[in-house]
């Protein structure tokens, strides 16, 4: 976990990032594993990673594309995994 502070990456939205967005991709040709930042949508706040979860349109399967609302804009195959931030400040 990364103790830097983030602003949610979806256009407009003034919140704090509770996520890293990571892609997670299985190759089925060669059992390869992969785990990369998404691009389109690097942080994201929890009511994002909600709406973005709420909003698929396919499987998620790690080996296809799958359309989410908010992440994943260049339709790379791969599922969404939600890497929690460290909270910026304790209550």
Do not use: K
Request: hydrophobic fraction near 40%.
């Amino acid at each position: 976990m990364t103790l830097e502070r983030h602003r949610c990456s979806v256009d407009g939205c003034p919140n704090l990032a509770a996520y890293e967005v990571h892609r997670y991709v299985f190759d089925l040709e060669e059992g390869a594993v992969a785990q990369v930042v998404d691009e389109s949508c690097p942080y994201i706040c929890v009511e994002h990673a909600l709406q973005n979860e709420r909003g698929v349109t396919a499987d998620r399967m790690p080996w296809s594309i799958v359309d989410y609302p908010l992440t994943n804009a260049n339709r790379a195959p791969g599922i969404a995994v939600y890497v929690q931030l460290e909270p910026a400040y304790v209550a």
